[in-house]
């Protein structure tokens, strides 16, 4: 009876712009008592992969715990694991930061353990072929790949042992497939149950299986903190793994070493198979779930699974279009960034840069992902602090006006800068994509728009049910009430200049669901531009049978603009009122409130103003004040929440708060301007 050599290994991360004290929680309740019990049994061998952004915390917070992992690494117990820096999806950035993000992580390996890192980790498994060119470029040998990547490839193996070889222009990188039974087994079934799973791989030759998963299921995952430390989890599986003599644990480079590859392989674009689901659209999504369980009632799933795939993760800039927005952004500064920049001369631009690639914040699935509006921000807090840096040694321009299009939707924006702000215009509806304020680092215009999630079924099913110890997949609990009244959905992108034709009786409950509202936000608009140094000026059109009107916006060197509407047909506000909507990103409606005189409103309800002439919005965390100044208008304000999935089941998140000028009176113009101030 051969060997079983385990490739045990855990990747560790923590997104930028995370709060403080879920990284100390993580800590508390995950990374350290894990390194503390490896710690404790010297003679099992296993890989880690922490991220750029835990590093960072660490250095700053828990030093001892890099003090621990190095005499790990120096006694040859812990292989250290390479990876992008700052934890990006390597393929929807451009080839230049993939490098230098990999080489970044390199270099930091090498300086504080004194080993020069062989493997990568590949950020949510999301793998396209030509990444092993890639990962070659970067000195890598190795990396980890699910099974499920091997069994799309058409492979077909009970369980996948050993390590493949794949290559691209002749580069090769050796793929060690993580094996799905432990991944689910590993900490959620009993530690002698696991070791016996193990043990069912045996045969008369050595092999070599390998597990290599989120760190934070060992503690930080709903009720696993009690199992795998107070119960004894992780200890008794250690103990059970150090007495076996079946069993021995071995590090990737003694894997390469000791084995020979199992030959060649090439994968196709995959991850993990959850991803896969999670892009999909609610209606694709059924389809897929309900062949699904027509194959396994004909007890054919096994013999067909491997043929049957759900979505490609970049679809997600498809599914999400203000997603699509902000990633597009991120390539078009990254793009600029590049073409003058150099990662040697410009370490802090390309460290804001890097910083605003962490993967969170650009997909959505069983973690909050895109809809936490504190990983957007920090996303585009990174992006406007390289832009700052970038223009300060490149450009000296008061204002510029750039044509360009930054979604690639077929249609080309019109991006506005000056000292003060970043600003983006688009044709459709005359709207704005982003108000970015370069003091702060802030997007005010870092919103979602409200749509369907497949697993909004469960909610309204009034799915209500925990499990004591359960894989994240399989966790599912309300932790708010009557979510079910917040699953509405948005008929057009929450942007902000938006203009509408309005139901003259229309409520904020009618706004909220949609009712009452023409939208012109899908329209195209006639669009051109002309600007100096001194100010841009864009002019937007829209012209039909029954409304003709100009909005005409003017950018100076301060933080704002001026937007004058002039109508020249407006035979249907006989039946409507016109109304101009903007979301603007607010972090808490508990610290947001209309200025009113001497006195301040909360904005975290709904609220209807009469006949106004200005709405100043005060944010005490953010210390600015919004002041509009409008003809007179009526003005209504409301908190906007979606409803997501996270780590300990679904829940209402707050994302912007939406404001709304109402034009009752038919004149020929209508005049709207905006400032924003630092607040003291």
């Known amino acids: 009876m051969g060997k079983i050599y385990l490739l045990f290994g855990a990747h560790n991360h923590q997104p930028v712009g995370n709060f403080p004290h879920i ?12 390194l503390s019990t490896l710690n404790a049994f010297p003679k099992i061998r296993f890989s880690l992969h922490n991220s750029g952004p835990l590093y960072d915390w660490i250095q700053g917070n828990a030093k001892e715990y890099l003090g621990m992992l190095k005499q790990m690494v120096k006694r040859g117990q812990v292989e250290i694991v390479s990876g992008g820096y700052y934890e990006p999806i390597l393929p929807i950035i451009s080839d230049d930061d993939k490098c230098g993000q990999i080489r970044l992580m390199n270099g930091f390996i090498e300086k504080v353990f004194g080993t020069k890192p062989q493997g990568s980790w590949t950020a949510e498994r999301v793998w396209e072929p030509y990444l092993a060119r890639i990962l070659n470029r970067c000195d890598i040998r190795y990396t980890f790949l699910d099974d499920t990547h091997f069994r799309f490839s058409g492979l077909k193996e009970k369980e996948f042992f050993g390590y493949y070889t794949t290559e691209d222009e002749g580069r090769p990188v050796h793929i060690f497939p993580i094996s799905k039974t432990l991944r689910y087994k590993i900490p959620f079934s009993k530690a002698n149950e696991a070791i016996d799973l193990i043990n069912s791989f045996g045969c008369e030759e050595d092999i070599l299986i390998s597990v290599f998963d989120d760190g934070e299921k060992f503690g930080l995952w709903p009720n696993t903190y009690d199992w795998v430390y107070n119960q004894g989890w992780l200890r008794q599986f250690l103990s059970l793994l150090e007495g076996s ?19 060649i392989v090439y994968l196709p674009t995959a991850s993990y198979e959850e991803m896969g689901e999670w892009v999909l659209e609610p209606k694709r999504f059924f389809a897929y779930e309900e062949l699904n369980n027509f194959l396994k009632a004909q007890n054919r799933l096994d013999e067909a699974k491997d043929f049957i795939r759900a979505g490609f993760f970049r679809n997600f800039y498809r599914k999400y279009s203000r997603l699509n927005y902000m990633h597009k952004r991120m390539l078009a500064t990254s793009k600029a960034i590049n073409a003058r920049a150099c990662p040697q001369k410009d370490k802090e631009i390309f460290t804001s840069l890097y910083k605003a690639q962490t993967n969170c ?14 990983i957007r921000s920090a996303v585009y807090e990174n992006l406007i602090h390289a832009q700052n840096l970038f223009d300060k040694k490149y450009s000296k321009e008061a204002v510029t006006l750039e044509e ?26 005359g709207s704005l994509l982003e108000m970015s304020l370069r003091n702060s680092g802030f997007n005010l215009l870092n919103t979602i728009t409200r749509q369907e999630e497949s697993y909004h079924q469960k909610i309204r099913q009034n799915v209500n049910q925990t499990a004591e110890v359960a894989t994240i997949h399989n966790i599912v609990q309300q932790k708010d009430k009557d979510l079910d009244k917040f699953l509405v959905y948005d008929a057009y992108e929450r942007l902000g200049l938006i ?13 909220n669901s949609g009712e009452g509202v023409v939208s012109l936000s899908g329209e195209q608009y006639s669009m051109a531009a002309k600007g100096d140094k001194k100010k841009a000026v864009l002019e937007c059109r829209f012209s039909d049978k029954n409304l003709d009107f100009t909005k005409q916006i003017e950018c100076g060197q301060d933080c704002g603009f001026d937007v004058l509407y002039t109508f020249r047909k407006k035979n249907i506000l006989n039946d409507y009122n016109f109304g101009i909507e903007f979301n603007i990103s607010l972090p808490s409606p508990n610290d947001i409130y209309k200025k009113d005189k001497a006195k301040e409103i909360s904005l975290n309800e709904p609220r209807q103003w009469q006949e106004q002439g200005s709405l100043t919005i005060v944010d005490h965390f953010k210390k600015i004040a919004i002041e509009f100044c409008v003809d007179t208008c009526d003005i209504m304000t409301m908190p906007l929440y979606s409803v997501s999935s996270s780590e300990s089941g679904f829940e209402k998140v707050y994302q912007q708060l939406v404001v709304l000028f109402i034009a009752k009176h038919k004149k020929d113009t209508f005049r709207l301007a905006l400032r924003i101030h630092a607040k003291k």
């Not at 003599?245 to 030959?263: D, H, L, N, V």
């Open 404 to 429: 360009e299009d930054i979604d690639l939707d077929g249609n080309k924006e019109y991006t506005v800068r000056n000292n003060h702000m970043i600003c983006c215009f688009s044709p459709k509806g």
């Open 361 to 374: 914040g650009y997909w959505h699935g069983v973690f909050g992902g895109f809809y936490l509006g504190h």
């Open 245 to 263: 003599k079946t069993i021995q644990t071995i590090t990737p480079q003694e894997a390469i070493k000791k084995f020979s590859s199992s030959g």
């Open 499 to 511: 203009d509408h034709l309005l139901d003259k009786k229309l409520t904020s409950a009618a706004f």
């Open 23 to 34: 990284f100390r929680q993580a800590y508390e309740n995950c990374y350290s008592p894990f």
